[in-house]
């Protein structure tokens, strides 16, 4: 079976400042990592996903994060949070095993962005 | 290209009632997926399709139905609603692949009284 734990169901940024949002999976096979945003009212959009190769990817609006085998994490970060940053954040992990369908999420971290 | 669309966006219910959302793609995509969310909880699948005429349950499928007579489409019912069942439903779809993102439609408030 497969997790997501997202640390951190808010976090605080002021403009300017980097962004961290934590996210660590759990899979007993090779996983497909994904981040996604959503603004209030609104449905889910992809910012960035792990599949294979580089393990450092990039995403829209300046985000990226990192796959680290080695610490079952994947972590979104960005250099200088924007106010139009303001948002809820979700991890998901999909799984590479024949007959895994489902698509996983975490619980989220709304992020807030001080002027 | 109208992606994933969800109707109603907005619907209020007595307990007891029933009621249909229905999901619509129109990018061919072979899996849909019902999810619902609920503050705290992220969001926790519901009950999901791998195939036109397929379906399968997910992590909270009590007191949901669903059915996908025709590809495009994935309709998610009530058959009694409860106050429980208060929530935002999202639905997605996705290729037939596990390395692919899913696509979001804009979801249906629902509140049960």
């Known amino acids: 079976a497969q997790s997501v734990t997202q640390l951190g169901s808010h976090v605080s940024v002021s403009e300017g400042a980097l962004v961290l949002l934590r996210c660590n999976y759990s899979?007993?096979?090779?996983?497909?990592l994904f981040w996604y945003v959503q603004y209030p009212n609104q449905g889910l959009q992809l910012l960035l996903k792990y599949t294979t190769g580089a393990t450092l990817v990039k995403g829209i609006n300046g985000f990226e994060a990192e796959f680290k085998k080695s610490e079952t994490s994947f972590h979104l970060t960005k250099p200088s949070a924007h106010m139009s940053d303001a948002a809820e954040y979700f991890c998901?992990?999909?799984?590479?095993?024949?007959?895994?369908?489902?698509?996983?999420f975490g619980k989220g971290t709304k992020l807030s962005v001080i002027p | 290209n109208a992606g994933v669309t969800q109707t109603p966006k907005f619907r209020v219910l007595k307990t007891g009632q029933s009621m249909t959302l229905l999901c619509a793609q129109d990018?061919?995509?072979?899996?849909m997926y019902w999810y619902r969310q609920d503050p705290g909880m992220g969001l926790r699948l519901i009950h999901y399709?791998?195939?036109?005429?397929?379906?399968a349950k997910g992590e909270v499928p009590d007191g949901y139905n669903v059915s996908r007579l025709k590809k495009q489409n994935f309709l998610l019912g009530l058959e009694s609603a409860a106050p429980s069942q208060t929530s935002v439903y999202f639905c997605?779809?996705?290729?037939?692949?596990?390395?692919?993102?899913?696509?979001f439609g804009q979801g249906t408030r629902l509140t049960v009284v």
């Open positions: 899979s007993s096979v090779p996983p497909y």
């Open positions: 997605a779809s996705r290729r037939d692949s596990m390395n692919t993102e899913a696509f």
């Open positions: 399709s791998v195939g036109e005429g397929t379906t």
């Open positions: 990018m061919n995509h072979e899996y």
């Open positions: 998901a992990v999909s799984l590479s095993g024949a007959g895994s369908y489902q698509l996983t």
